[in-house]
């Protein structure tokens, strides 16, 4: 593009050229902005999913360990909320696994995401059956393949920089081992993205769009406590840390979140409960159970309660992001804002 043009112009081209290279992930969400709410157990419900995707996003309700008849109303309750396409995000391992396929299915949920392994055939055939989309989370390129041999309609792939659980490889390594392979099917990223430059540039690797989980976290229209939200607001990106683990004989999932009391008092309790293994007290089951244990109830403590102190603050990277409380549009429109900026600061 010449360099003489006018800024309006110059603006003009950019948002023509990221309509562009959203008009991919758009079409296969069915929203205006290929921008998905990251599922966030307590955080994602009726609510804030409605706010995203009546913004122009696609919202995503965290079913978590909800049972049918729970999903089933949280479900009827963003429909009340919202005319727009939103998702519904299933654990793979809830042992109802089946029923909650059901319910969206009934329920006419138009994106199913099936997460925290890889999704069984069952499950598959029972969505692609069903008539909605699959998409499933992918951490390496050989189980991204795996996924669209086996039906996914679009996959997400999640950098360690993310809250809550986590793997072990940052956003910025799987972007560049899955993207230029995986062309089929859409790929959206998620991790540690909290502006619209970086969206921008997984956009023009390939990606079809994003997945941000923390900055709608302390949006105005999340129903987490005010002393949840003015963590994230208060925080940068080195307080959130992934848990540790401290015997590998008793493993650890790892999980980002806001350094608090609690992660301090789960280091002790580790300790503690691996002192009273090795000294007889405990067989290894009654163990690890008791480490598992430990954090039952955390997020829930912290995001609804606000007991921010011994409660499980999970947050991304990004969180040093979170300046203040946003309404949702707000959050769009600031992500849009900026890759429309850097597109036009280059000529497009």
Same mark, same amino acid.
């Given at each position: 593009m010449p360099d003489g043009l006018p800024p309006d112009q110059r603006r003009s081209d950019a948002r023509l050229k990221l309509e562009q290279l959203f008009a991919r992930g758009a079409a296969f969400l069915g929203s205006r902005l290929p921008i998905l709410g990251g599922a966030m157990s307590w955080v994602s419900e009726r609510h804030l999913v409605a706010a995203i995707s009546n913004a122009g996003g696609f919202g995503v309700i965290a079913c978590g360990s909800m049972m049918p008849d729970q999903l089933a109303a949280e479900i009827a309750g963003t429909q009340a909320l919202t005319e727009r396409p939103f998702g519904v995000n299933l654990i793979t391992m809830h042992p109802r696994l089946d029923d909650l396929i059901r319910v969206c299915i009934e329920a006419r949920v138009s994106h199913i995401v099936l997460a925290g392994?890889? /999704? /069984?055939? =069952? *499950? %598959?055939? @029972? !969505?692609?059956?069903?008539?909605?989309?699959?998409? *499933?989370? @992918? /951490? *390496? +390129? %050989?189980?991204?393949?795996? +996924? !669209?041999? =086996?039906? *996914?309609?679009? +996959? !997400?792939?999640?950098? =360690?920089?993310?809250?809550?659980?986590?793997? /072990? !490889? =940052?956003l910025t390594v799987l972007a560049q081992e899955i993207l230029p392979h995986i062309q089929d099917i859409p790929v959206f990223v998620a991790g540690g993205i909290g502006r619209g430059e970086a969206i921008l540039a997984y956009l023009e690797m390939g990606a079809a769009g994003a997945q941000l989980g923390t900055r709608f976290a302390a949006a105005t229209e999340s129903i987490a406590h005010p002393a949840f939200k003015q963590a994230f607001i208060r925080a940068s990106a080195r307080d959130a840390l992934p848990s540790v683990q401290l015997d590998p004989r008793f493993p650890v999932i790892p999980v980002r979140g806001l350094v608090n009391e609690g992660t301090k008092r789960f280091l002790e309790h580790q300790a503690s409960t691996i002192a009273r293994f090795n000294a007889g007290e405990l067989t290894r089951e009654a163990a690890q159970l008791d480490i598992e244990h430990f954090w039952a109830g955390a997020l829930r403590r912290a995001v609804i309660d606000g007991d921010i102190e011994n409660g499980s603050v999970m947050a991304g990277q990004s969180v040093g992001m979170v300046s203040a409380e946003q309404p949702v549009a707000a959050i769009l429109a600031d992500l849009v804002e900026q890759a429309e900026a850097a597109l036009a600061a280059r000529g497009g």
């Open positions: 392994g890889i /999704p /069984p055939g =069952s *499950a %598959v055939r @029972a !969505v692609k059956e069903g008539g909605a989309r699959l998409i *499933a989370f @992918a /951490p *390496a +390129l %050989v189980l991204a393949k795996r +996924l !669209v041999r =086996s039906g *996914a309609d679009a +996959l !997400v792939i999640e950098g =360690s920089e993310a809250g809550g659980h986590i793997g /072990p !490889v =940052s």
